[in-house]
């Protein structure tokens, strides 16, 4: 079975710039999250898709978004960047049991 | 509010030692708790988990213990390969939050030849 996929793997914004992220989920899998890891602050929960809906969420401002589609695919959406939104943003999904399974990472510079 | 404590942040040990990271948690309904090994430029990848059911759980060279009562888990790496170095993290979910992880700050290991 292919692993999580996220595209694109690098990206430089500007701030105030809006910006959007892909993921793929491994097949069968209908549970998506996603984590912001930063230096200071470390891996963060942003939120959780399951079935197109939003099921969990994490302490992060409006300006964080997300949304999945019938096929599962994933994509967060970042508006108005501001410089401390640079950071590695992970994909991560998960089938009937607990474990969760991270992509590589979609690696974001906020200039 | 959910919170997951790890320890050391660094950890260096001669090849073919043990290596030993600590963690504890705040959540009681905490039940989950599985732990991840970062390699640089790739995502997290499990290497092991328990359940707040069992004690105890090993896995060839790696083990972890879960001390439910006082919120401590830990994970025993034996005999330290070179390919060991990376940063682990310690986490923890509840049954009714599974995709809402919380994880420990991180430990790099490093392994000295």
């Known amino acids: 079975k292919a692993g999580v996929t996220q595209t694109p793997r690098y990206l430089i ?12 989920p491994i097949s069968g899998h209908r549970s998506v999250s996603w984590y912001q890891q930063t230096p200071g602050q470390g891996l ?18 409006g300006r964080f978004s997300g949304r999945q589609f019938s096929n599962s695919r994933s994509e967060m959406n970042v508006s108005t960047l501001e410089l401390g939104d640079s ?7 998960r089938g009937s049991g607990e ?3 991270f992509g590589p990472g979609t690696r974001l510079l906020v200039l | 509010g959910e919170n997951v404590e790890q320890h050391p942040s660094t950890l260096s040990v001669q090849e073919g030692d043990s290596a030993v990271i600590k963690c504890t948690y705040s959540d009681s309904a905490s039940n989950y708790f599985p732990w991840y090994k970062q390699e640089l430029g790739k995502g ?8 707040s059911n069992v004690g105890e ?6 083990a972890v213990t879960l001390n439910k009562t006082a919120k401590h888990f830990s994970l ?14 310690c986490a923890a979910s509840s049954y009714s939050s599974a995709s809402k992880i919380i994880f420990g700050s991180g430990t790099r290991l490093s392994i000295r030849p």
């Open chain 1, 99 to 101: 474990t969760q399974y």
């Open chain 2, 44 to 51: 997290p990848q499990l290497i092991i988990d328990i359940r």
């Open chain 1, 44 to 61: 963060q929960f942003l939120f959780e898709y399951f079935s197109e809906t939003q099921r969990n969420k994490g302490n992060f401002p």
């Open chain 1, 13 to 24: 914004k500007t701030r105030g710039q809006q910006v959007t992220l892909s993921c793929s």
């Open chain 2, 57 to 62: 759980k090993k896995d060839q060279r790696i």
């Open chain 2, 76 to 89: 025993h790496i034996t005999e330290t390969q070179p390919e060991d170095s990376a940063v682990y993290f």
């Open chain 1, 87 to 93: 950071a590695l943003y992970l994909c991560a999904s």
